[in-house]
């Protein structure tokens, strides 16, 4: 169980979609005060001193995972790769509908000249 208040949740929340708190309060609809002592709070509660401890904090608690950047970018670059070959498949269609164009485009120029 997360013991931190409803609103202290979407501060945290909010603040790791967007980053700035400035933003996250916008989106909020509260004022910047409000969304840093929200997130002061949840700091406290969560034992953590920087704002990135407390989204690291905060994701282990609800969701049991340890976070960490090499983690991050394995998960990354496992992602554009699984990206990047699923579209393989597509340039290949793509240059076939690009040929099929140009040979229709040849023989429209043809039919023209003759």
Same mark, same amino acid.
């Given at each position: 169980?997360?013991?931190?208040?409803?609103?202290?949740?979407?501060?945290?929340?909010?603040?790791?979609?967007?980053?700035?708190?400035?933003?996250?309060?916008?989106?909020?609809?509260?004022?910047?005060?409000?969304?840093?002592?929200?997130?002061?709070?949840?700091?406290?509660? *969560? +034992?953590?001193?920087? !704002?990135? $401890?407390?989204?690291?904090?905060?994701? &282990?608690?609800?969701?049991?995972? #340890?976070?960490?950047?090499?983690?991050?970018?394995?998960?990354?670059?496992?992602?554009?790769?699984?990206?990047?070959?699923?579209? *393989? +498949?597509?340039?290949? !269609?793509? $240059?076939?509908?690009?040929?099929?164009? &140009?040979?229709?485009?040849?023989? #429209?120029?043809?039919?023209?000249?003759?």
């Amino acid at each position: 169980m997360i013991p931190l208040t409803a609103s202290e949740t979407d501060a945290v929340l909010y603040l790791a979609e967007h980053e700035v708190v400035k933003v996250a309060a916008d989106k909020r609809c509260v004022s910047e005060h409000t969304e840093k002592n929200q997130i002061k709070s949840a700091m406290a509660k *969560l +034992g953590v001193t920087t !704002q990135i $401890g407390l989204i690291k904090e905060f994701f &282990r608690l609800i969701y049991g995972i #340890e976070f960490n950047l090499q983690d991050a970018r394995q998960v990354l670059a496992i992602f554009f790769l699984s990206l990047f070959l699923s579209t *393989l +498949g597509n340039l290949d !269609q793509v $240059g076939k509908r690009n040929r099929r164009i &140009r040979r229709k485009g040849e023989t #429209e120029l043809i039919m023209e000249i003759l």
